[in-house]
C-alpha cells in the first residue's frame, strides 16, 4: 500500500461521492468520466502484485489460470483481458465486523447485452462497486477490503474504465 489507511478511506469517500454528484453530467457527457482517478485507485488497492494494465494484457486463459477466482465467463478464443465482455459487480455486503466476517456477494453485467454497448451499464459497474467499497471503508481497514474483494470484480472495474474511455467519455 502506498499510504496509510486514513488516506485511503477519504481517497474512496472522496472518489464515490465524485461519482455521485456528477453521475448525471457523466450519463448526458457534459464531463469526463474520471477514469484515470479510478484505475489509480485500483492500483493502489493493491489486489495484484503488477499493475491492472499489464493483467489486461494477459490473455483470458493465462489470467483464468493464474489470477481469477472464476467469476468471470471467459470465451477462452485466446482473446486478451481487455477484450472480455463479461463484467461482475459487487452488489452486495453482509457479515459481522466484530467478528471480522466480511462477505461480498457479485453477479455479472453484460454491457453488450443489447448487441451495442451501453455504457450506463457501466457506470453502474462502477459506482455500485464504490458505494460498497466506500460503505465497507468506514467500518474495515482498506487491507480487509483487500482481503475479501473479489480479483474478478477487481478486474472488471478496469475493463469498464477502459469501456468508458473508449466511447471518448473518460
Not at 54 to 76: A, G, P, T, V
Request: proline share 3%; aromatic share 8%; net charge negative.
Amino acid at each position: 500500500m502506498n499510504y496509510d489507511s486514513s488516506m485511503k478511506k477519504e481517497e474512496i469517500k472522496n472518489l464515490y461521492e465524485e461519482l455521485v454528484k456528477d453521475r448525471e453530467a457523466y450519463e448526458d457527457n457534459l464531463k469526463k468520466y474520471p477514469v484515470e482517478k479510478i484505475e489509480t485507485f485500483i492500483n493502489d488497492l493493491g489486489i495484484f502484485e503488477k499493475p491492472v494494465g499489464e493483467i489486461m494484457m494477459m490473455s483470458q486463459d493465462d489470467y483464468s489460470q493464474d489470477l481469477s477466482d472464476n467469476r468471470f465467463s471467459f470465451d477462452f478464443s485466446g482473446h486478451r483481458m481487455d477484450k472480455l465482455m463479461d463484467r461482475i459487480i459487487i452488489n452486495h455486503t453482509d457479515g459481522s465486523v466484530n467478528e471480522g466476517k466480511i462477505n461480498l456477494t457479485y453477479s455479472h453485467e453484460d454491457p453488450y447485452e443489447s448487441g451495442q454497448y451501453n455504457v450506463k451499464t457501466d457506470f453502474n459497474i462502477i459506482q455500485y462497486g464504490m458505494a460498497i467499497l466506500s460503505a465497507l471503508s468506514e467500518i474495515v481497514e482498506p487491507e480487509k477490503i483487500v482481503e475479501v474483494l473479489s480479483p474478478d470484480a477487481t478486474v472488471s472495474l478496469m475493463l469498464a474504465c477502459k469501456a468508458i474511455k473508449e466511447t471518448g467519455r473518460g
